[in-house]
């Protein structure tokens, strides 16, 4: 039976004031970081989507080009649920850490692909062919990556402050946003307009490889989520696990409508508007950029704040606040942007960012919380995928279309208005005493299983040293090769000076001991 490290679950203190661990922090920048990358390389692709158009299809008219690129980045969405049904059981049987890293391996070697694949006029018809085939293979790895991030991050949080814990998975996705457009910002400023759309848009993406070797050696720096471990100690993992989360099917149609507005608000926010700042309303690339940064800095403060707010108010406050907020401003917000100059267009786009941050300090953690952790990565990566690939990733298609169809600006908000009464209704209908689950039930059945494995059936002596190391075991056992130590079945254990801090840490963050046993 393997042990636990020491980040294990515990329950909400009683004062509230539950705090993060240095390993909890460290294994949330862990995971923060491969999101990152992964958000760094979808961010890239949109904000050079008109270069990309030029070169892998350069006979169709500009406005084809642009629908046409759109088009491939909305594939990358359509493979992620293949993606999740694939990673999200693997992350359910093996653990969340190998299938972090398999996902972060394969998005940033799709990217790397886009930024060395010849174009059209090289190649022909093949360049495009190669282009969907790179898009593809990069939404099959996105697909794991985001359900199991979020339960890595779930499972490493304090269970009373858990919507801070998974926002970073947000908060990362946000700042891949906002490196992505500095890196082409930069290069723009550097290069060009002429220059980016020669050879300059390759660089971002080559970039991608450099950046996934750093986040894979993060990954593969930190352990396992607690909760995984816990139920390999306890064989409370499932074979099933995908049939088992299809079989909760109010809880999949409540995360259908809440990951619908998560994934095609954030998408046509941060992928769309700087198009339709830039494109459509003429203002230019260069303060497309410019707005997309500003509401992304803006968006980081507000999705921290929901969070904190969520956990003490709870989810589904801030998730009706969010999404109809969101419903109101929308269109008024789409329809005054042709008005008004650029530094009004970013005003607005930084309001239309801060509503949709509200709505993801919550969403977030509760897409990790409507299942229980033995299928919590297939029922995330599938609940949140299906829902991303069918609204999310056609977003900046759907708007693109609607306005090319209707001739009205404006049009573009009404897609995403129709999403966010969808979240609404998911949002009124979840009851959280009904559907949301916290782990207790791991935690309370692994102190169980350690129970039995006392002469006296007693806790206290249970504790894990900074590695998860056993300092003290079963009575007979003791503190083995620890000096200075004894363990006697029902007397206190005698922790050595060098110890005494990380017992003591380890007491209060695995909760395996009902009293603390330090002399």
Known sequence: MSTPTRNSPRPPRADGKDRFTRDQRRAIL?????????FYDFTVYGVLAVYIGQHFFPEAEPSVQLLSSFAVFGLAFLARPIGSIILGPLADRIGRKPVLIMALSGIALASFGIGILPTYETIGILAPIALVALRFLQGLSAGGEYGSGSTFMAEYSPRGRRGLGVVWIVVSTTAGVLLGTLTVTGLTLVMGTAGMADWGWRIPFILALPLGLIGWYIRQKIDESPEF???????????????ESLKMWQNMLIIFGIGAMHATAYYSVFTYMPTYIGVVNGHGQEIALVSNIVTGLVSIGVIIAAAILSDRVGRKTVLLVGAGTYVLIAWPAYAIVPTLNAWGAIGVHILLGASVAVFMGASAVIMTELFPAKIRASGMSLGYNIPAAVFGGGAPFVATFLIAQTGI??????YVMAIAVLALVSATVLNPKKHLYDDSEIAEEYEKVIAEEQSDGSLQHVVVDADGDRVSADGAAGAAGVPGTEASAGSPVDVPPRLEAEVEQALEDVDVSRRRALD
């Open 30 to 38: 862990g995971a923060s970081v491969g999101n990152t990358i992964e």
């Open 229 to 243: 471990q816990m139920m390999e100690a306890t064989e409370q993992k499932t074979k099933s696990p995908l049939t």
């Open 409 to 414: 600006t404006s049009s573009a908000a009404w």
